[in-house]
């Protein structure tokens, strides 16, 4: 029987219409043997939760540029628990001052991951904290 494999939604939040960033690190976690659902531009954190939820994945990745990481984070994650699938770990990346770091962890937010990150360092990062069954 085959190894299960990571499941990862990466996904683009309010009105930001830059994805070129999702896209290659999308790109980059499919290179690493993950499989990846990507939702394309303009989505709600309703649309993401729900996609997640039916997809079943491990991993919700957000690219965000706008500057709103906050209240997209903290609408994320209540939703989440609200739903009982607290359990998805979700990672941010792109334009997120550090000063919000401390915010985004309390919040339950796992890896945050500035646009000069690594892809492998972001690879390295889901495939040591996510185990699947």
Request: hydrophobic content about 45%; glycine content about 10%; overall charge neutral.
């Amino acid at each position: 029987m085959p190894e299960k494999r990571i499941r990862v939604l990466i996904a683009k939040p309010g009105l930001d219409g830059h994805d070129v960033g999702a896209k290659v690190v999308a790109h980059a976690l499919r290179d690493a043997g993950m499989e990846v659902v990507y939702t394309g531009l303009h989505q709600t954190v309703e649309q993401i939760l729900a996609t997640a939820l039916q997809e079943d994945v491990d991993v919700i990745g957000l690219s965000i540029l706008s500057g709103a990481h906050l209240p997209i984070a903290e609408r994320l994650m209540a939703g989440l628990k609200a739903e009982k699938a607290d359990d998805i770990m979700v990672v941010l990346g792109g334009n997120i001052p550090r000063r919000d770091h401390d915010r985004l962890r309390a919040m339950g937010v796992a890896g945050i991951f500035p646009t000069s990150s690594r892809f492998e360092k972001i690879a390295d990062f889901i495939k040591e904290k996510v185990k699947v069954q």
